[in-house]
Structures are given as structure tokens and as C-alpha cells.
């Protein structure tokens, strides 16, 4: 019988840094909205929920937590840990599922769209899986509305500057590899454009010391916990215009397009079982197509 491989040995710490980044996240974001709203400030709603089985067995499950603010029109910052056996037509897709179809995974999912057209959207997601193999995958981006505005240039520099000191920490070749992934994985081929200012994307990371990558992995989201919530207060107060705001909602059909078509984290949540609100958390309150 194949011996598990050594993620197996980090569930319960992955799992537990999941939700204490969840919670500074969460906690992080509260604050701004205190600062833009004041006793009246908008809170986190989470509701927990059970991943079904066919069985009726275990199978995991997950916290949604999501606020709906001043600053933050809607933003869901969501872990869960679910396990149990592929389905056969998924285990293919799968490194090591088609030798044992068991699995189990665990991650924490951020998406923010922002009242203020000023302030970038941004997206965040690390995650742990474990079939007879184990490794981490993830990443963070950055959508401004108009990427060649200098505000939006300076944001997405600060935000890359964050991701790559993190990156240069554990391997000096990581950044400029996961940068160029995040360009093309968040790419709309049939709208021939990136959706935004990019960050980085990694998947199936597994460089043989599974603690090392996991330490990788925490760095990456205290990374997106310093650069974030500094980049909102830069740009929350700034006046902005009826026409950038409808901007605004053309360009998040742009993110709504992805994620529906393209995104592999959407598509794993909905074949493994999991909460279809909390998996669909990632699509914006309100939008528009032209």
C-alpha cells in the first residue's frame, strides 16, 4: 500500500492557518469600515454549512463569511475543508486520484468588489490537496478599473512588490515564474484581454518539502493582508464620477465571465460537492454588459 505522502502529516495546521488568516483578514477589513462608516459599520455575516454525501457520511464543510459595506460593496472571505472520494469521471483531472480516488482539501477563498470604481477588486486563494499526493496551489490578483490609469499603476505595483518580497523569501525564481502564470490564467481569450493587473498564480506546488511550501504559502497571504487593506485606505475617500461607476459594473461582467467559464476553482467546488453560494461568493452584487 502507497504510504501517504508528508501533507498528510499538515492537515490540521493548514487547516488552522486558513481560518486565523480568515479571521486577520476579516478583522482587517472591519476596520476600514469603521473608519469609512463609523458606529454604524458594516460586520461579516458567516454561516457555516456541511458538504452532503451520497452516503450520508462525513464529508466536510466550510464557513462563508461575507459583509456587505460602505467600502466594501460586497467582499466573502471563505474557508472550508472537505474529504471524501472523487467521482470517476473527475479522477483523471486529478495527480494521484486515478491511483486512490480519497481526498481531502482545505483553503481559504477572498474576493472583494468595491463600492468606490477608485478602488481595485482583488481576489485571493491558497489551498491545500491531498490524494496519494500532496500540494498547495493558489494565488492573488489585482482589477482596477482602467489598468492604465497611473493610480491603478501605482496599485498594482505596491501589490506585486508585496507577492514578490514574499516569492523572493523561499525561492528567487517563484516570483517571476507565478507572475507570468497569474498573466495567463486570468486571461479572456474570447474577449482577446487580461482581467486585471495581475499578482500571481501557482498550482500543484509540491518542491519535495511540504512544510517549506506551506511556510510559502502563509507568506503569501500575509503578503495580500499588508498590500490590500493599504491600497483601499490609499484610494476609499477619492470622489468619483456616475460614468466611471457604470464603468465599473461593465467591467465586472468581464470578471463574472471568467470565473463562469474559465475558473478552475469553480468548477472544482461544484464537482466535489461543495456549497454552491459560497463557491459562487466570487460573483459581484451587481453588474452590467453593455
Known amino acids: 500500500m502507497t504510504s501517504p505522502p508528508p501533507h498528510a502529516a499538515l492537515k490540521e495546521e493548514a487547516h488552522a492557518w486558513f481560518e486565523g488568516l480568515r479571521d486577520s483578514l476579516c478583522a482587517a477589513f472591519e476596520a476600514i469600515e469603521d473608519e469609512q462608516a463609523g458606529q454604524a459599520a458594516a460586520r461579516f455575516v458567516r454561516t ?4 452532503p454525501t451520497e452516503d450520508a457520511s462525513p464529508g466536510g464543510g466550510g464557513v ?4 456587505k459595506g460602505a467600502v466594501f460593496e460586497k467582499v466573502g472571505v471563505n474557508v472550508s475543508t472537505v ?3 472523487f467521482s470517476p469521471e473527475f479522477r483523471g483531472q486529478i495527480p494521484g486520484a486515478a491511483e486512490d480516488p480519497r481526498f481531502w482539501a482545505s483553503g481559504i477563498s477572498v474576493v472583494a468588489h468595491m463600492c468606490n470604481p477608485r478602488v481595485p477588486a482583488a481576489h485571493f486563494n491558497t ?5 496519494s499526493r500532496g500540494w498547495f496551489g493558489g494565488g492573488g490578483d489585482l482589477t482596477p478599473l482602467r489598468l492604465d490609469a497611473p493610480e491603478a499603476v501605482a496599485d498594482a505595483a505596491d501589490f506585486h512588490a508585496a507577492f514578490r518580497s514574499a516569492c523572493e523569501r523561499h525561492d528567487p ?3 517571476p515564474r507565478f507572475k507570468e502564470w497569474c498573466d495567463r490564467y486570468f486571461f479572456l481569450p474570447h474577449r482577446d484581454e487580461p482581467r486585471g493587473a495581475g499578482g500571481i498564480f501557482f498550482d500543484q506546488l509540491d518542491s519535495g518539502d511540504a512544510a517549506a511550501d506551506l511556510a ?3 507568506d503569501a497571504g500575509r503578503a495580500f493582508l499588508d498590500a490590500f487593506p493599504r491600497i483601499v485606505r490609499r484610494r476609499m475617500a477619492e470622489t468619483w464620477t456616475p460614468e466611471e461607476r457604470e ?3 461593465v467591467k465586472r461582467g ?3 465571465e471568467f470565473n463562469l467559464l474559465y475558473d478552475r476553482g469553480t468548477l472544482f467546488g461544484l464537482k466535489t460537492g461543495g456549497n454552491t453560494d459560497a463557491i459562487l461568493m466570487s460573483l459581484p452584487p451587481e453588474v452590467r454588459w453593455p
Open 64 to 67: 462563508m463569511s461575507v459583509m
Open 173 to 175: 525564481g517563484y516570483y
Open 247 to 249: 464603468a465599473l459594473l
Open 254 to 256: 468581464r470578471y463574472v
Open 48 to 51: 457555516p454549512w456541511q458538504r
Open 127 to 131: 489551498r491545500m490537496l491531498v490524494t
Open 83 to 85: 474529504f471524501g472520494t
Open 216 to 218: 510559502f504559502v502563509e
